[in-house]
Nanobody, 129 residues
Framework: QVQLVESGGGLVQAGGSLRLSCAAS????????MAWFRQAVGKEREFVAGINWNGGVTKYADSVKGRFDISRNNRENSVSLRMTNLKPEDTAVYYCAADLHTEGPYYAGSYSASAYAYWGQGTQVTVSA
């Protein structure tokens, strides 16, 4: 089992930066692909970024490519999302999630929220114009 707690959200002006952190507990964290999702008001939860078990493989939604960077530290049981050049359309609740499917060492998580067994409570990111 994995417990996830996000932090680092807040209010920022367009063009600014934020760093989200996800603290994980549970023995299976180090073998799990991890991801960040977001959900804006009135919209479905969407994939933002994913990372494989050792941080060697990452993938991103097209809307954030080049602006967001996902990383993990297995010794500290944490996953981070560095967000730069933020836009008003990035406003959403951001969630950390763990994908325990065993798809091989290069698996950086599913694009589908239904594949993830564990979720954090979310952290609000608001970008003002």
């Amino acid at each position: 089992q994995v417990q996830l707690v996000e932090s680092g959200g807040g209010l920022v002006q367009a063009g600014g930066s934020l760093r989200l952190s996800c603290a994980a507990s549970g023995r299976t964290f180090n073998s799990a692909a991890m991801a960040w999702f977001r959900q804006a008001v009135g919209k479905e939860r969407e994939f933002v970024a994913g990372i494989n078990w050792n941080g060697g493989v990452t993938k991103y939604a097209d809307s954030v490519k080049g602006r967001f960077d996902i990383s993990r530290n297995n010794r500290e049981n944490s996953v981070s999302l560095r967000m730069t050049n933020l836009k008003p359309e990035d406003t959403a609740v951001y969630y950390c999630a763990a994908d325990l499917h065993t798809e091989g060492p290069y698996y950086a998580g599913s694009y589908s929220a239904s594949a993830y067994a564990y979720w954090g409570q979310g952290t609000q990111v608001t970008v003002s114009a």
